[in-house]
């Protein structure tokens, strides 16, 4: 079966450090408050640093751990919300920055928090149908300018980075993809650019009723498209918005609580580059073995979901 194949990531984070404690100077909120509901405990906001100049970083530590020969780079999808300009997209700025080749496809793609893995299946596609080589697949967010930070209820939960994947073709029947949109404008909305502002508004009940009952759902018909149960998966890489949403989602499951990898508390939600980054975490803790299999799972707003499961 026609799959693909994590090669090699790299992840990077703005210079900035946010604890819990620096957010409670901001707004009216405590560490206590925010690492009891969230699990987060420090995030890093951008200080200068760009949309685009974090994707790059991220790519190339990615291109220079897999060894990879830039000229078979055949195409550059960037998932971002948060791109620094509404033209040229972040992957446009990518390829020119890492000199790759001009005859391939760079471009952005927006499904919020579920953003890497829509990328990861478009790419999947792509070279099905195309002789390249490598994909380089980037989730990428600048998220703090989109935060107002007068707002408790949001401004405490996102954070910035990058995180990216090189991914080739692979043949193998471990591998299954779930994706899903609803149209939802009422729960997570980020106004666009001809709006009055362009801050993040969420009702966190709606959005967390969404996320425990859509990724349960999800893992399930990735499991039984692949005809296997949750032992055979060795790690569970949601995205990271909230350790209440995982633990959640964990007690649908007959499993071991560490088969679900959490790292929120050090990066807040970093919307569509919390998975990548998840996963370069794993690959440098030696979590993800060749042949490893894992299942990764998106959800955010639109609203949209996408679960992934694959062979490392
Ligand atoms: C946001 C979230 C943590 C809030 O938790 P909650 O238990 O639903 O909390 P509530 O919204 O009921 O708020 C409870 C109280 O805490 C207050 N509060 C909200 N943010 C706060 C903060 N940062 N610090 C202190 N108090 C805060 C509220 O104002 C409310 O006060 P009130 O009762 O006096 O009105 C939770 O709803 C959640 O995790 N939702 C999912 C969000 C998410 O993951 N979004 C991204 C998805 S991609």
Known sequence: ??????????????????????????????????????????????????????????????????????????????????PDYAFPSVACLVQKELGLR????????????TGFL??????????????????????????????NMEDRNTCVLFGDGAGAAVIEKNVTANYATVMGSDGNTTALICPGQAM???????????????????VGNVINELLEKT?????????????????RIIKTIIKQFDCETDKFYMNMSQYGNTSAASIPIAIDEM???????????????GFGAGFTWGGMLLEC
């Open 118 to 147: 829509y990328a990861l299946n478009v790419a999947e596609g792509i070279l099905n149908s195309s002789g390249e080589k490598y994909a380089l697949v980037i989730g990428s967010e600048q998220i703090s300018t989109r935060l």
């Open 283 to 297: 690959y440098e803790k030696g979590l993800l073995a060749k042949g490893k299999t894992i299942i990764m799972v």
């Open 227 to 243: 005809d296997k149960t949750i032992q055979d998966i060795d790690y569970v890489i949601c995205h990271q918005a909230n350790e």
């Open 102 to 113: 001009n005859d391939i496809m760079a471009f952005d793609l927006n499904a919020a928090c």
């Open 1 to 82: 079966m026609s799959a693909i194949r994590i090669v090699s990531t790299g992840r990077a984070l703005p210079g900035k450090v946010m604890t819990n404690d620096d957010m409670s100077k901001i707004v009216d909120t405590s560490d206590e408050w925010i690492s009891s509901r969230t699990g987060i405990k420090q995030r890093y906001f951008c200080d200068g640093e760009m949309n685009w100049q974090l994707a790059v970083e991220s790519a190339r530590k990615a291109i220079e751990k897999g060894d990879i020969d830039i000229n078979e780079i055949g195409m550059v999808i960037v998932a971002t919300f948060s």
């Open 196 to 214: 009055e502002n362009q801050y993040i508004d969420m009702d966190g009940k709606k959005v967390f009723k969404f996320a425990v009952s859509t």
